[in-house]
């Protein structure tokens, strides 16, 4: 294990500290018991790979250090009461009483992933409880608390899933793998919620690595750790533009079916299969006679591409031509998959203007956030450079940060 890998853990471990310490505390006050433990999920960045995971293809997200917490205590009588802190609200269902749509706002992504782990054999994904035979969920109070920034594209849905899923399955005693949990949490975000996202934040909330990133085949379902490159010569920024979500739901799910109607017409499972092969993009999609379905069948082609091209050059240790794979992802999301919006595009530009190796929308779209490969220490350069262009275009101010893979789903108390 590298210094880099023990001052992360370091690092996570005394935040997670205090913050069981907190919730612990605020347990007490409003169920007067004490949690039986503390449960944490991360948020994520997604450094390259966007739309993809829901075609079948390659990303390459990690953990961050801001993360959801979960203080949880079991009951008997099969219901739940669930205290949010930054919503500040209680909400209250029975378990056998949940079905899709039952509960909305932020408790139903609560209320979704105790539902999709009570029906979890419903789907081929059986849990073990103890004994070894099918678990019985009952219910539970779960106190909720998080740092990860909520509406900015940081995954703050898939942190409270996972949080409350690892949380729900220790106390009930079930056996589920990392990756199993995540694809229960995603179950929860599909058809619970109604949110029709990929695996991705799912998968690195509950497999995310100190000081590394995630490779991950959504086709295949396989995790590969793999470095960013060395802290003392690159690091991860992150700009929280502030833009609010502008049809993000709506959107969202026509980008997936436009994929979809592009796969069918062109006689394949997935566009998925199209970057399996050789040839040209134009070539590959000259079968799509629709332009708008031709740009984003591009995009995904494509951006599989960069996601393999940008994990080897950073292997090589060529940080800068993989910035340029980053930034050539900016582009396409904007011209053919159009989910930027002008303050993505304005950050983006401020950034390379600053010196970054490249940067990019990251998250679904339609507002969020911005991440950059850049050269070590400039942070303060890059906030400037970011600031500046901001209250020149008459945008509110952006929080930009440096972020540090992390650790993924985990008990901390």
Request: glycine share 10%; aromatic share 4%.
């Amino acid at each position: 294990m590298s210094r880099t890998d023990d001052a992360s853990r370091d690092e996570v471990a005394r935040g997670d500290a205090e913050r069981a310490a907190s919730l612990d505390a605020a347990f007490r006050r409003v169920f007067a018991a004490e949690p039986a433990g503390v449960w944490a999920a991360p948020g994520r960045v997604n450094l390259i790979g966007e739309h993809t995971d829901y075609n079948d293809g390659f990303v390459m997200p990690f953990a961050l250090p801001q993360s959801t917490y979960v203080a949880a205590r079991r009951r008997e009588d099969g219901q739940v009461r669930v205290h949010s802190l930054f919503a500040e609200e209680t909400v209250e269902f029975a378990v056998e009483t949940l079905r899709p749509g039952a509960v909305d706002g932020w408790a139903g992504y609560v209320a979704g992933m105790i539902w999709s782990l009570s029906t979890a054999a419903d789907v081929g994904l059986p849990l073990q409880g103890p004994g070894g035979g099918a678990p019985v969920l009952g219910g539970v109070d779960l106190l909720i608390d998080s740092t990860v920034p909520h509406g900015a594209g940081l995954s703050s849905s898939a942190a409270l899933e996972c949080s409350v899923g690892l949380a729900v399955a220790e106390l009930h005693g079930v056996s589920a793998e990392p990756l199993t949990l995540a694809r229960l949490a995603q179950r929860a975000e599909n058809d619970f919620v109604g949110m029709p996202c990929g695996l991705m934040d799912q998968m690195i909330s509950m497999l995310g690595e100190p000081a590394r990133a995630v490779l991950f085949d959504t086709r295949s379902l396989t995790p590969r750790p793999v470095s960013v490159g060395d802290p003392a010569e690159v690091e991860v920024l992150v700009v929280d533009t502030r833009a609010p979500h502008r049809l993000v739901d709506g959107e969202y799910a026509a980008r997936r079916r436009q994929c979809e109607q592009a796969a069918a017409q062109l006689g394949v499972a997935s566009l998925r299969a199209l970057s399996d092969r050789d040839e040209p993009a134009e070539e590959l999609l000259a079968g799509l006679d629709d332009e708008l379905l031709r740009r984003r069948a591009r995009h995904v082609l494509t951006e599989n591409r960069r996601v393999l091209e940008t994990v080897d050059l950073l292997a090589a240790g060529d940080v800068a031509a993989a910035g340029e794979r980053v930034t050539a992802s900016h582009r396409s999301l904007r011209e053919d998959y159009e989910v930027t919006v002008p303050e993505t595009d304005v950050a983006v530009e401020a950034l390379l203007d600053a010196g970054v190796h490249g940067a990019r929308i990251t998250g679904g779209g339609f507002g969020g956030c911005v991440v950059a490969l850049a050269p070590a220490g400039m942070l303060d350069r890059a906030r400037s450079a970011v600031r500046d262009r901001y209250a020149a275009a008459g945008f509110g101010e952006p929080e930009v940060f440096a972020a540090s893979p992390s650790a993924g789903a985990r008990r901390v108390a």
